[in-house]
């Protein structure tokens, strides 16, 4: 949930952190909704690696000079337009590499605001993303399964 502060649109923040597990070779949708439709930048990271950038967006184009290179060529956004704020970000072909803590960050910038390149990038969603071969599983006496893909069980 957003909680809106006394100048909307100046700032905002959100303590929800979401997690999600997907199986390798899949596509996953990583989440983010901004609260204003006027993004200036948008900045998804992963604080773990270096550099840490999964995806920049800024003043209308992608910049890709300081982006990961395990990221080139497997992330795109959900909508390209921006509309409504969703700025959700799909990773292509996750594989366990890809486990992490993923930030997603905008700087918001209204046809009323100035321009200022002082404001940051604010982070307004936390993703948590597990890529496992694994699926739990529980049989009929309620007994915990892990499952792999292949069909091979292990008894938790």
């Known amino acids: ?11 905002w923040e959100t303590s929800d952190v979401i997690e999600i597990t997907v199986h390798p ?3 996953v949708n990583l989440p983010c909704q901004a609260p204003d439709s006027f993004i200036r930048a948008l900045e998804w990271t992963r604080p773990d690696l270096e550099p840490d950038t999964v995806l920049l967006y800024s ?3 992608f910049e890709t000079d300081d982006q ?4 080139k060529d497997r992330v795109e956004l959900v909508d390209r337009e921006l509309k409504n704020g969703d700025v959700s970000l799909i990773l292509k072909n996750v594989s366990s590499i890809d486990n992490g803590t993923y930030k997603c960050g905008v700087k918001a910038g209204g046809p009323r605001r ?3 390149d002082s404001d940051p990038i ?3 969603r936390t993703v948590r993303l597990q890529v496992t ?5 529980y049989d009929n006496n309620n007994k915990l399964f892990k499952c792999s893909q292949q069909n091979k069980v292990q008894t938790i």
């Open 1 to 11: 949930a957003f909680h809106q502060l006394q100048d909307p649109g100046a700032c």
């Open 25 to 27: 070779g899949q596509d």
């Open 59 to 61: 003043d209308g184009h």
């Open 68 to 71: 990961n290179p395990s990221f």
């Open 114 to 116: 100035k321009k200022r």
């Open 122 to 124: 604010r982070t307004i």
């Open 133 to 137: 071969d694994f699926v739990e599983k």
